[in-house]
């Protein structure tokens, strides 16, 4: 079984800037992708960002050039480093790992429990 432990959650004010983190940890061969998730009452969780194991990123267009998604491989640790902060961004964020649990088995899914970011003054 993985766990994600998601941290760094909490309230910023407009155009400041709030750093978040994900550990992964438990049963895990290897991560080929770790990604950032955000979701708000009445509305579908959306991807933000991810990062792949060989460091290729792609973003939501709405967060391109104010987020950098980042990864320490060792330590099976994503980061998202969220700057010029607005309060559209304020959602509930959630870290999600595509991993083997096996090397050369089928790949799986794991969520973390989600950290909550407010922007608001």
């Known amino acids: 079984q993985v766990q994600l432990v998601e941290s760094g959650g909490g309230l910023v004010q407009p155009g400041g800037s709030l750093p978040l983190s994900c550990v992964a940890s438990?049963?895990?061969?290897?991560?080929?992708?770790m990604c950032w998730y955000r979701q708000t009452p009445g509305k579908m969780r959306e991807q933000v960002a991810c990062?792949?194991?060989?460091?290729?990123?792609n973003y939501a267009d709405s967060v391109e050039g104010r987020f950098t998604i980042s990864r320490d491989n060792l330590k099976n640790t994503v980061f998202l480093q969220m700057n010029s902060l607005e309060p559209e961004v304020t959602a509930v964020y959630y870290c999600?790992?595509?991993?083997?649990?096996?090397?050369?088995?089928?790949?799986?899914?794991?969520w973390g429990q989600g950290t909550q970011v407010t922007v608001s003054s």
């Open positions: 990062e792949s194991r060989y460091g290729a990123t």
């Open positions: 999600n790992a595509d991993y083997f649990a096996v090397a050369g088995a089928r790949a799986h899914s794991a």
């Open positions: 438990g049963s895990i061969a290897s991560i080929y992708k």
